[in-house]
T-cell receptor, first 108, second 115 residues
Framework: LAKTTQPISMDSYEGQEVNITCSHN???????ITWYQQFPSQGPRFIIQ???TKVTNEVASLFIPADRKSSTLSLPRVSLSDTAVYYCLVGDFNDMRFGAGTRLTVKP | GAVVSQHPSRVICKSGTSVKIECRSLDFQATTMFWYRQFPKKSLMLMAT?????????EQGVEKDKFLINHASLTLSTLTVTSAHPEDSSFYIC???????????FGQGTRLTVV
């Protein structure tokens, strides 16, 4: 599993767009990029996954540059309920080791 | 998405006893399951990976005789914490994926407290 680096924490305000970047310099050709969200005392929840360029679903967008050495999770118009830890994983589900994640705090 | 159910959600046991945690895939066949433990304010630490019908592969530093993992069917894996001690108190989480999956789906976690 490619090692990932994310900011430890981020603060935002309600209604703002939040972008969380993950660095993965040694990503392999077959690796996917997957983001999970975790609330306290709950299991992680799948947010989005991508391989290259841009992926969008009902909750987030994932931007992946051509060299795939980083990726950015974009959360549009965050609310207080988006306060959570966000994890970036690179690889596939056969090797699911988590990095430290980014603790996002959304303020009113 | 696929649904993974973990039971119990919380358990309190006495020191020296054993506790079993179940992880079930409800709507898919889980060829691979993962077990994690998580301490407060920390990330998930992978304990072991299990494939249906095979022995689990444990991460370095995880005692296989203390944390017994069984993945006897395509919908059920169990983690048994044997001779539990207070330091085993933690949040245990399972995840699962099936054939052709590119991501894993997680259970809701089990809060174990050993007193």
């Amino acid at each position: 599993l490619a090692k990932t680096t994310q900011p430890i924490s981020m603060d935002s305000y309600e209604g703002q767009e939040v972008n969380i970047t993950c660095s993965h310099n040694n990503i392999a050709t077959n690796d996917y990029i997957t983001w999970y969200q975790q609330f306290p005392s709950q299991g992680p929840r799948f947010i989005i996954q991508g391989y290259k360029t841009k992926v969008t679903n009902e909750v987030a967008s994932l931007f992946i540059p051509a060299d795939r050495k980083s990726s950015t999770l974009s959360l549009p118009r965050v609310s207080l309920s988006d306060t959570a830890v966000y994890y970036c994983l690179v690889g596939d589900f056969n090797d699911m080791r988590f990095g430290a994640g980014t603790r996002l705090t959304v303020k009113p | 998405g696929a649904v993974v159910s973990q039971h119990p959600s919380r358990v309190i046991c006495k020191s020296g006893t054993s506790v079993k945690i179940e992880c079930r895939s409800l709507d898919f066949q889980a060829t691979t399951m993962f077990w994690y433990r998580q301490f407060p304010k920390k990330s998930l630490m992978l304990m072991a990976t299990s494939n249906e019908g095979s022995k689990a592969t444990y991460e370095q530093g995880v005692e296989k005789d203390k944390f017994l993992i069984n993945h006897a069917s395509l919908t059920l894996s169990t983690l048994t914490v044997t001779s539990a001690h207070p330091e085993d108190s933690s949040f245990y989480i399972c995840s699962a994926g099936g054939e052709g999956f590119t991501e894993a789906f997680f259970g809701q976690g089990t809060r174990l407290t050993v007193v």
